[in-house]
């Protein structure tokens, strides 16, 4: 029960591909299921505008993981290009706008950011954060109709719920 992550990976990557970026960077654990999935849909937005993945883009990290100024720095360091950066949290894209600020470079003029959950922060901070939005209260009344279902004897069934993305300004053209 939840929502759609794949959908959701690709609807951000696909917004930033559409805000005219090209190498997009990715953080989040892929080992992590819901990651994971959020990490096939962005392979597949890069895919399709026929985006090459540059796997040094590629970051597995837990959500929050202090290591993302240590990875900044690092391609600071190297000249690593990137314009954007899908976080697979808005806890992790929150970091990243502090660790890319505290290095000069500013969230979206130099590199656009897009989030995933829609925590309530994410409309507060500065910039806003582009987010995908967790369908929450669907996914409550959901869960309510199918434990009913299963009480009644019914048999358990999944159901993913649609993603939503919420363009803030993190991520939009200036």
């Known amino acids: 029960m939840g929502g759609d992550n794949a959908a959701g990976g690709y609807l951000a990557t696909r917004h930033l591909i ?10 989040g654990d892929t080992s992590h299921p819901e990651a994971g999935q959020r990490y096939l849909g962005y392979q597949r937005a890069m895919q399709e505008a026929a985006y090459p993945l540059d796997m040094r883009l590629v970051q597995s990290f837990l959500f929050g993981d202090v290591r993302i100024r240590e990875t900044i720095d690092r391609w600071l360091n190297q000249q690593v290009e990137f314009d954007a950066i899908f ?25 656009k950011l897009a989030g995933y959950d829609d925590i309530i922060l994410a409309a507060h901070i500065h910039p806003s954060l582009t ?3 967790q369908p929450t209260e669907q996914a409550g ?11 009644q004897g019914g048999p358990r069934r999944v159901v993913t ?10 991520s939009l053209l200036a």
């Open 131 to 133: 987010t995908i939005r």
């Open 141 to 151: 009344h959901a869960l309510v109709d199918v434990l009913f279902e299963v009480i």
């Open 18 to 27: 559409e805000q005219g970026c090209k190498r997009i960077a990715f953080f």
């Open 161 to 170: 719920l649609p993603a939503e993305l919420v363009r803030r300004d993190s």
């Open 87 to 111: 976080a697979t949290s808005d806890v992790t894209a929150i970091s990243l706008i502090g660790a890319l600020s505290e290095r000069g470079i500013t969230v979206p003029t130099q590199v």
